[in-house]
């Protein structure tokens, strides 16, 4: 190896004149690139430039910091279609106070990057609850909801009867104890808010596939989606003008239009649970069978497995687990259309007290009259209903990944209804490849005091997230 031209160099997100001296080898720094700051469009052209010049990325920082990257980007990434370079230049997105149905819409992408505010550790009753029809009904539907939510979640009876399912073991921490006592009954009243209760979603995308799901969003069928599309699309024009000056076409956008449509799973009707797959065996069995036999756990299928056929699986699902199940990208996991018809999953009534769950069962009951007799599409009405209701589910994937999804969903932290599909899937996998061995819980008992553990903690010592 030449030591005189052999150099790794790591930009890690602290760009300052530090950063730029040691990148330089500690020569002077012009004044320009003492106050700059290498951002996404600066990174994407220093990676870009290796492509048309063998020299250093210390020789190319000088260039890009003292002539700028817009004008490359303008020229290179939009106007000439060199849309790799576009790869290379990241940004992270805060959207903030939007309904849970637009942060699945952006997460609505197998190259997503990001996390959200959970519903499984974090108490919604203080957030706002969207009325998008901004009608008296419409409030009213909304008001009931968070009504029964706050009711729950500060029921003493639910949380004793939780408690008298779930006595705690010799050795478990009070506190962690408490806290995943806490985590259950929000695992249970999750299923009473609305799709349109606020949350916060963290989105983290290069240059170019900002601008490609921007396109997507800002034809989406549900009027709010299209609202923080063109809010998301404004705030990176103004920092990012060159990159992100794409015209597009009316054509471009009509097609878009409907494929956002017919991206909806929302068959006339469906099966509890459906497995199929198109996997070709003999080459399983000749090229892999040694790979199914041995793989230890926590260790993932390789790639190229997912050449031999895939794996289609349906079910029902509730939409608060919908949201856990989304976030398996090496699926594809189709959008799905909850409807009143198809009804609320019975777990979430199946944990309340008989009390509890009379109520809840009234309160469904005049909620769907209400909810139906809304003046809106199917894909606004979605807005008024809770997390409860269910709707069939399609997801497909090569063996890899319905493998890795099916492990790690049967574990007893993830959510019940969840779980309890991964265990039919788990199953199903056994007997379709018996060779490969998989490593699930299958155990009914789904309770687990380890979720007191899943936090990330302030310095108040209050749960944020999962």
């Not at 003292?66 to 849309?83: C, I, L, S, T, W």
């Not at 009753?125 to 539907?141: C, K, R, V, W």
Request: proline share 5%.
């Amino acid at each position: 190896m030449n030591q005189s031209t052999t150099r790794v160099v790591i930009l890690d997100g602290s760009e300052d004149a530090k950063l730029l001296a040691a990148i330089c080898d500690g020569r002077d720094l012009t004044p320009t690139m003492a106050k700059s700051n290498l951002d996404a469009e600066a990174r994407a052209m220093l990676q870009a430039l290796y492509s048309r010049s063998p020299k250093s990325v210390v020789e190319h920082v000088r260039k890009v910091v003292e002539k700028g990257a817009d004008q490359f980007m303008r020229q290179y990434y939009v106007n000439y279609g060199h849309k790799s370079i576009g790869d290379c230049g990241f940004v992270t997105i805060f959207v903030e106070g939007c309904s849970m149905l637009v942060a699945k819409a952006i997460q609505d992408n197998r190259l997503y990057n990001g996390q959200e505010a959970s519903t499984r550790y974090l108490d919604f009753s203080e957030l706002p609850f969207l009325n998008p029809l901004d009608t008296e009904n419409g409030q009213a539907i909304i008001d009931n909801w968070r009504t029964f939510y706050e009711l729950g979640t500060s029921s003493e009876e639910l949380r004793a009867d939780i408690k008298k399912r779930f006595p705690q073991k010799s050795g478990e921490k009070d506190a962690t104890y408490e806290r995943a006592i806490s985590a259950r009954i929000f695992d249970v009243m999750r299923g009473f808010l609305p799709f349109s209760a606020t949350t916060f979603v963290a989105w983290t995308t290069n240059l170019r596939q900002a601008a490609d799901k921007i396109a997507i969003l800002r034809n989406h069928p549900l009027a709010e989606v299209r609202q923080f599309a063109e809010v998301i699309l404004a705030k990176l024009k103004g920092r990012y003008p060159s990159s992100f000056s794409h015209k597009p076409s009316m054509a471009q956008d009509d097609y878009l239009e409907i494929a956002n449509l017919l991206n909806y799973y929302d068959p006339d009707s469906a099966s509890d649970f459906t497995f199929e797959h198109s996997i070709d065996m003999d080459s399983l069995n000749l090229l892999c069978i040694g790979l199914l036999r041995s793989r230890p756990k926590h260790m993932e299928l390789p790639g190229f497995m997912e050449d031999l056929g895939q794996v289609r699986v349906s079910f029902m699902l509730d939409g608060g687990s919908w949201r856990d199940l989304q976030r398996h990208r090496a699926c594809i996991v189709r959008f799905p259309l909850f409807r009143t018809t198809w009804g609320f999953y019975p777990w979430y009534l199946d944990q309340l007290t008989p009390e509890l769950k009379e109520k809840a069962e009234r309160l469904i009951a005049s909620q769907t009259e209400l909810i139906d007799k809304l003046p809106a599409s199917p894909i606004t009405q979605q807005c008024y209903l809770a997390m409860g209701f269910q709707a069939p589910m399609l997801v497909t994937g090569g063996l890899p990944a319905i493998v890795y999804m099916t492990e790690l969903r049967t574990g007893k932290t993830v959510h019940p209804t969840l779980r309890q599909r991964a265990q039919q899937i788990a199953l199903e996998l056994q007997k379709t490849f018996p060779e490969m061995p998989l490593h699930v819980d299958l155990d009914p008992n789904d309770w687990d005091a380890k979720r007191g553990t899943q936090t990330i903690m302030t310095s108040d010592d209050k749960a944020i997230n999962d």
